[in-house]
Nanobody
């Protein structure tokens, strides 16, 4: 069974940086999508960054390209999200997610929440102007 636990959220001023971590258990093969999503009240959950395990291909939403970096440490079973040049519009609850790859998730670059069945509890990121 897959279990995901996020940590590392907090408050920062615009232009600052934060790093999120997701301790993952149960992701035992190279056939998974793992990723980071975010959500603000009243809005749909948005894909931020994803990794196709095995090959390690990474995907990013246009809104974070060049500012956020997703990475994984297979030895530690941990997923990371390094967030630089943060903006107030990055304020959200951030979630780690995982699921086995499917034809759809491959096409949708591990960035669509409907393709994921395992979620962490979320960690809040607040960016002030």
């Amino acid at each position: 069974q897959v279990q995901l636990v996020e940590s590392g959220g907090g408050s920062v001023q615009a232009g600052g940086s934060l790093s999120l971590s997701c301790a993952a258990s149960g992701v035992t093969s190279s056939s998974y999508c793992v990723g980071w999503f975010r959500q603000t009240p009243g809005k749909e959950r948005e894909g931020v960054a994803g990794i196709s395990t095995g090959g390690g291909t990474t995907f990013y939403a246009d809104s974070v390209k060049g500012r956020f970096t997703i990475s994984q440490d297979n030895a530690k079973n941990t997923l990371y999200l390094q967030m630089n040049s943060l903006k107030p519009e990055d304020t959200a609850m951030y979630y780690c997610a995982a699921d086995k790859k499917s034809a759809l998730s491959r096409i949708r670059r591990c960035l669509v929440s409907a393709d994921f069945g395992y979620w962490g509890q979320g960690t809040q990121v607040t960016v002030s102007s």
